[in-house]
Nanobody, 128 residues
Framework: QVRLVESGGGSVQAGGSLRLSCAAS????????MGWFRQAPGKEREGVAG????????YYTASVKGRFTISQDNTKYTVYLQMTSLKPEDSAMYYC?????????????????????WGQGTQVTVSS
């Protein structure tokens, strides 16, 4: 069972930047589809960004395009979320999630529905 550990959250002012990390362990093979999700109090969880790790294809929700970048370090089985131009509405608990064996087409179509393994979350707070 893959284990995911997030880090890098914190408090910043609007317009600032943060980089989140998600390290995968407990698996010989790299999870094929990984994503970042967030949930603010009283709101539903939403997919923020996804990546098909074997080819590096990336996917984003509209509200973060141009501001957030998902990337990976293949040697460390680690996925990053670089967040820039942060807004107060980006404040939430951010979670990393992964699927072991999704194809590229499934990852592209369903990355917002990743549900194989989850990290414990890291808090991001953006003040105005």
């Amino acid at each position: 069972q893959v284990r995911l550990v997030e880090s890098g959250g914190g408090s910043v002012q609007a317009g600032g930047s943060l980089r989140l990390s998600c390290a995968a362990s407990g698996t010989i093979y790299r999870p094929t589809c990984m994503g970042w999700f967030r949930q603010a109090p009283g709101k539903e969880r939403e997919g923020v960004a996804g990546i098909y790790t074997y080819l590096g294809n990336t996917y984003y929700t509209a509200s973060v395009k141009g501001r957030f970048t998902i990337s990976q370090d293949n040697t460390k089985y680690t996925v990053y979320l670089q967040m820039t131009s942060l807004k107060p509405e980006d404040s939430a608990m951010y979670y990393c999630a992964a699927e072991d064996s999704w194809s590229r087409s499934q990852c592209a179509a369903d990355w917002t529905k990743i549900n194989g393994a989850w990290g414990q979350g890291t808090q991001v707070t953006v003040s105005s």
